[in-house]
């Protein structure tokens, strides 16, 4: 992955070769601050991931897409406060 600045970073738990747990900690060493929506199926994952650091906001699945537009306003918007 290259060094791209991102807004806010949307992504699942659970991913084929990659563990959520290792994307968070990869996202926080590459891109410390980048605030991050995380979702998953499973709740338990959900609520694990809701420590993280970056993490901002999180989803249980299936969601809305109104759920979905909230969630990464509302860690744009915390990352935002978080410059300030």
Excluded: C, Y
Excluded at 41 to 64: E, H, I, M, W, Y
């Amino acid at each position: 992955m290259s060094a791209t600045e991102f807004d806010v970073v949307v992504t699942d738990l659970v991913m084929p070769g990659l563990t959520g747990r290792k994307f968070l900690d990869w996202l926080a060493e590459a891109h410390p601050g980048t605030p991050v929506v995380a979702m998953s199926g499973v709740p338990d994952q959900v609520r694990a991931a809701a420590s993280r650091a970056n993490v901002r906001a999180t989803l249980d699945k299936p969601f809305t897409v109104t759920a979905l537009i909230e969630a990464v306003s509302a860690a744009a918007h915390a990352n935002s406060a978080d410059d300030a």
